[in-house]
């Protein structure tokens, strides 16, 4: 069920599809929205029709200005450890809600001329082979970060079918989404304001976010 925020005065809209883990980010995005005359609302990113809720909004004189896409995490276990139905449900649950939701998202912005369309990845999908070989097998899935590497992919494809259409759609790669204080969770809102507010001179396509205390790490070629 959707979770809309107290009824305001609002010129528009964000959408946040997201898992219910992701409920800090939904409740501080929506304090942070109401605060620039928007309107939040909070659907599951397992959504069959994405497409309705944004024309709903439409029809209700609040046009989307901003949509976010998060994804839950995948099951744990390593590739040799992770049944076929895992590695279909990860697929399912980033690559293919991602694809609904940005074609859906694409159109309803695309209508406006502008707006915004983020993309929030984990950074298990495009991390390097050194720090994968020292992740506990306890503390890894093979098949979520699969999915994740190719979350990230749909965005780069996304960007380049609305951009030129004055859509910016953008990919923000965190660490340990799920567990994120209430301040970090802020934090990554802010993130998100930035890349919203942006110039079309200088749209950012990617960020990396992470806590001051965790190493960064080059792009290098994901194993498992």
Request: glycine letters at 8%; charged letters at 15%; aromatic letters at 6%.
């Amino acid at each position: 069920m959707p979770q809309p925020f107290p009824a305001i005065t609002a010129h528009g809209s964000v959408v946040l599809w997201a898992p219910p883990e992701h409920r800090a980010l939904a409740e501080v995005l929506g304090q942070q929205a109401q605060s620039r005359g928007l309107h939040v609302e909070h659907h599951s990113p397992q959504i069959d029709e994405p497409a309705v809720v944004l024309e709903a909004l439409r029809a209700r004189g609040l046009p989307t200005r901003l949509v976010i896409f998060a994804a839950g995490a995948g099951r744990i276990g390593t590739a040799l450890h992770t049944q076929a139905v895992d590695w279909q449900q990860a697929w399912a649950q980033q690559c293919l809600a991602g694809l609904r939701a940005g074609l859906a998202a694409g159109s309803a912005l695309l209508a406006q001329r502008q707006g915004t369309l983020i993309y929030l990845g984990d950074d298990r999908g495009v991390t390097d082979a050194q720090t994968v070989r020292h992740t506990p097998p306890t503390a890894f899935s093979a098949s979520g970060a699969v999915a994740s590497a190719g979350l990230r992919s749909l965005s780069q494809s996304m960007a380049r079918a609305w951009g030129p259409r004055r859509v910016h759609v953008a990919h923000v790669r965190l660490q340990d989404s799920p567990r994120w204080s209430a301040a970090q969770a802020a934090a990554v809102a802010q993130a998100c304001w930035m890349l919203h507010e942006q110039a079309a001179t200088a749209w950012t396509h990617e960020l990396d976010l992470r806590p001051s205390h965790a190493p960064a790490h080059h792009n290098g070629v994901f194993v498992q």
